[in-house]
């Protein structure tokens, strides 16, 4: 594969500061020769410009930096629309989990040309499926998945002048363990399939990841991967914007990567939510850059 590398060093989606180191963090851990390792062309295009959340004012507290975000989101869509018409693959560092909503914008805008669309596989320790109207904090990388599917603010979900940019029939949403009260109704009317930490306890990740993949590319051209390094448990990954314990061991995460690889049918990948403040000397970027070698084909033996 050629694979264009894109950095969003985006962190005005939540509070934490740090999140917007992540790409550095990954290419500090060797990102770039562990994927040319692997037999790929790298094209790193470095990061696009973000504005820090010192230099302007959060705006609408149900919704902060919402301009800023929708600002950031445009030049990704766009920018990942072109690497995908130039015929590469398009893998995105963040930043926080807004930047999502522009990467997958991206890659809808290109196959709906084409009358198609894709599947998605949403890992994730949250759902990411909050509005303006449910969120408890106003912080939008809880909202980029409602945004995906044509809910919430226009600027978000408006974004290349169409909605929704996946179906929900189509979505997967793996890992999640620490759900919002109103957060919980959306997703349960939204019609995408969720696997919890229950349904990975109970069935494994390898089931999970059969009828995952099964169900993002069943009539489509195939699915973008959205990876929340907080979806890993926290002994593994401790560098990430929000925490949650009783996450995904090392092995699950790696199984379901190498999973996604076998398919053969990856669009796009989003990494995200890294914050090497408060790791431990690069450990959750390392942990990163090994979990996008097993998406791109790496294996064991
Ligand atoms: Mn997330």
Same mark, same amino acid.
Request: proline share 5%; net charge negative.
């Given at each position: 594969?050629?694979?264009?590398?894109?950095?969003?060093?985006?962190d005005?989606?939540?509070?934490?500061?740090?999140?917007d180191?992540?790409?550095s963090?990954?290419?500090?851990?060797?990102?770039?020769?562990?994927?040319?390792?692997?037999?790929?062309?790298?094209e790193?295009?470095g990061?696009?410009?973000?504005?820090?959340?010192?230099?302007?004012?959060?705006?609408?507290?149900?919704?902060?930096?919402?301009?800023?975000i929708a600002?950031?989101c445009?030049?990704?869509? &766009?920018?990942?629309h072109?690497?995908? +018409?130039?015929g #590469?693959?398009?893998? $995105?560092l !963040?930043?926080?989990h807004? @930047?999502?909503?522009?990467?997958?914008?991206g890659?809808?805008?290109?196959?709906?040309?084409?009358?198609q669309?894709?599947g998605?596989?949403?890992?994730?320790?949250?759902?990411?499926m909050?509005?303006p109207?449910?969120?408890?904090?106003?912080?939008?990388?809880g909202?980029?998945?409602?945004?995906?599917?044509?809910?919430g603010?226009?600027?978000?979900?408006?974004i290349?002048?169409?909605?929704?940019?996946?179906e929900?029939?189509?979505?997967?949403?793996?890992?999640?363990r620490?759900?919002?009260?109103?957060?919980?109704?959306?997703?349960?009317?939204?019609g995408?399939?969720v696997?919890?930490?229950?349904?990975?306890d109970? &069935?494994?990740m390898?089931?999970?990841? +059969?009828?995952? #993949?099964?169900?993002? $590319?069943? !009539?489509?051209?195939g699915f @973008?991967?959205?990876?929340?390094?907080?979806?890993v448990?926290?002994s593994?990954?401790?560098g990430?914007?929000?925490?949650v314990?009783?996450?995904?061991?090392?092995?699950?995460?790696h199984?379901?990567?190498e999973?996604?690889?076998?398919?053969?049918?990856?669009?796009s990948l989003?990494l995200?939510?890294i914050?090497?403040?408060?790791?431990?000397?690069?450990?959750?970027?390392?942990?990163?850059?090994?979990?996008?070698?097993?998406?791109?084909?790496?294996k064991i033996?």
């Open positions: 594969m050629k694979i264009r590398i894109l950095g969003v060093p985006l005005l989606g939540q509070e934490r500061r740090g999140v180191m992540g790409p963090a990954l290419r500090a851990a060797g990102l770039n020769a562990a994927i040319k390792s692997l037999g790929h062309s790298v790193d295009s990061n696009i410009f973000v504005k820090n959340p010192e230099e302007q004012h959060f705006g609408d507290r149900r919704a902060k930096y919402l301009n800023e600002e950031a445009r030049d990704v869509a &766009q920018r990942i072109q690497t995908i +018409e130039e #590469l693959f398009p893998l $995105t !963040g930043g926080d807004s @930047i999502a909503i522009g990467a997958i914008a890659v809808s805008k290109f196959l709906r040309d084409r009358s669309s894709a998605l596989i949403w890992i994730d320790a949250h759902g990411d909050n509005t109207e449910t969120s408890p904090s106003g912080n939008i990388h909202m980029p998945f409602a945004a995906c599917l044509g809910l603010p226009e600027p978000l979900s408006g290349c002048g169409f909605a929704p940019k996946v929900a029939a189509k979505c997967v949403l793996i890992g999640v620490d759900l919002d009260a109103r957060e919980k109704r959306i997703i349960q009317k939204s995408v399939h696997f919890t930490m229950r349904d990975i109970e &069935q494994g390898r089931a999970v990841m +059969e009828k995952s #993949l099964a169900l993002a $590319t069943e !009539g489509t051209a @973008i991967t959205s990876f929340d390094m907080d979806v448990d926290p593994e990954a401790p990430v914007g929000t925490p314990r009783g996450g995904l061991t090392f092995r699950e995460a199984l379901a990567m999973m996604i690889a076998d398919s053969g049918k990856m669009l989003e995200v939510e914050n090497p403040i408060i790791d431990m000397m690069n450990k959750t970027a390392i942990l990163g850059v090994g979990l996008i070698t097993s998406a791109f084909g790496k033996l």
